[in-house]
């Protein structure tokens, strides 16, 4: 397992390094990252047994993403007029079906995989379009994901005390404080693009650690309601898409409106 871990991030890694410096070279990545992870997320809900818009969300949760590539920004905060207009038409679409059971159930999964993947993951291509866009999405890739990785190397070697069994039973309150660590680690080495005080920067590493964590937990809660391991099997090792970007649903969008206000 850890063999196939280390191939497959290797890859992931020289994939998404060569992607980023484009700007919208990153941003196809990065829609075609909310798609795979939105087909996933459906997939599971599938299995559980609700009958979502499968291929009506993914339709709309690409067009979030790529509406800020091609820099479609009819107004402020358009996104969230846009999800609004989403669940009017889903709504209106009830009124042709042939029974209203599972109405709200339907609706609500459909605009929340919308919301949970495409509109949080969109923030990375955000990020990559703010001043210094390149070193800013370098350095919360670099804080959130060597926090999975510590997380899961001190959890392995050191692990003894479950964190939250109910949600995820492999995962130690030695693995998180070691990711904690590993974040602050990331922090730190990218603080060349981040041009922050060390105080700062060790906060940053903190809060963003804090938030990676509880996108992973988010997800394992997630796939333990759905009752399936993996939300697919794309990437040997890692499990899906959504698996391997979870932990990014969270810091993307937090880091987004920090870095936002400090660059004002």
Same mark, same amino acid.
């Given at each position: 397992?850890?063999?196939?871990?280390?191939?497959?991030?290797?890859?992931?890694?020289?994939?998404?390094?060569?992607?980023?410096?484009?700007?919208?070279?990153?941003?196809?990545?990065?829609? @075609?990252?909310?798609?795979?992870?939105?087909?996933?997320?459906? @997939?599971? !809900?599938?299995?559980?047994?609700?009958?979502?818009?499968?291929?009506?969300?993914?339709? $709309?949760?690409?067009?979030?993403? !790529?509406?800020?590539?091609?820099? =479609?920004?009819?107004?402020?905060?358009?996104?969230?007029?846009?999800?609004?207009?989403?669940?009017?038409?889903?709504?209106?679409?009830?009124?042709?079906?042939?029974?209203? %059971?599972?109405?709200?159930?339907?609706?609500? /999964?459909?605009? =929340?995989?919308?919301?949970?993947?495409?509109?949080?993951?969109?923030?990375?291509?955000?990020?990559?379009? !703010?001043?210094?866009?390149?070193?800013?999405? @370098?350095?919360?890739?670099?804080? /959130? %994901?060597?926090? *999975?990785?510590?997380?899961?190397?001190?959890?392995?070697?050191?692990? %003894?005390?479950?964190?939250?069994?109910?949600?995820?039973?492999?995962?130690?309150?030695?693995?998180?404080?070691?990711?904690?660590? =590993?974040?602050?680690?990331?922090?730190?080495?990218?603080?060349?693009?981040?041009?922050?005080?060390?105080?700062?920067?060790?906060?940053?590493? $903190?809060?963003?650690?804090?938030?990676?964590?509880?996108? *992973?937990?988010?997800?394992?809660?997630?796939?333990? *309601?759905?009752?399936?391991?993996?939300?697919?099997?794309?990437?040997?090792?890692?499990?899906?898409?959504?698996?391997?970007? *979870?932990?990014?649903?969270? /810091?993307?969008?937090?880091?987004?409106?920090?870095?936002?206000? $400090?660059? %004002?």
């Amino acid at each position: 397992m850890l063999e196939k871990r280390i191939i497959t991030s290797t890859v992931l890694i020289g994939i998404v390094a060569g992607g980023i410096f484009i700007d919208w070279l990153c941003g196809l990545l990065i829609t @075609a990252f909310i798609i795979a992870g939105l087909y996933e997320f459906f @997939a599971m !809900l599938e299995h559980k047994g609700i009958s979502i818009y499968k291929y009506f969300g993914i339709g $709309i949760g690409a067009i979030i993403p !790529l509406s800020i590539v091609f820099r =479609f920004e009819p107004t402020k905060g358009w996104e969230l007029l846009f999800i609004l207009l989403t669940l009017l038409f889903l709504i209106l679409m009830q009124f042709v079906r042939r029974e209203n %059971k599972g109405v709200i159930m339907d609706i609500s /999964t459909t605009i =929340f995989g919308i919301v949970y993947v495409a509109w949080f993951f969109s923030f990375l291509i955000k990020i990559r379009y !703010l001043e210094g866009g390149l070193g800013l999405l @370098a350095a919360v890739l670099l804080i /959130t %994901k060597l926090g *999975d990785i510590g997380a899961y190397l001190v959890g392995v070697r050191f692990g %003894k005390t479950p964190l939250i069994p109910r949600i995820s039973p492999n995962k130690s309150v030695e693995g998180s404080i070691g990711g904690l660590i =590993f974040s602050v680690l990331g922090a730190l080495v990218a603080s060349s693009f981040l041009k922050l005080s060390a105080p700062h920067i060790l906060a940053l590493g $903190i809060f963003l650690g804090i938030l990676a964590q509880l996108g *992973d937990l988010s997800e394992s809660l997630m796939k333990r *309601d759905c009752q399936v391991k993996d939300s697919g099997k794309i990437f040997p090792g890692l499990g899906g898409v959504l698996d391997t970007i *979870d932990s990014l649903l969270f /810091t993307g969008p937090a880091f987004y409106f920090y870095m936002s206000l $400090i660059l %004002k």
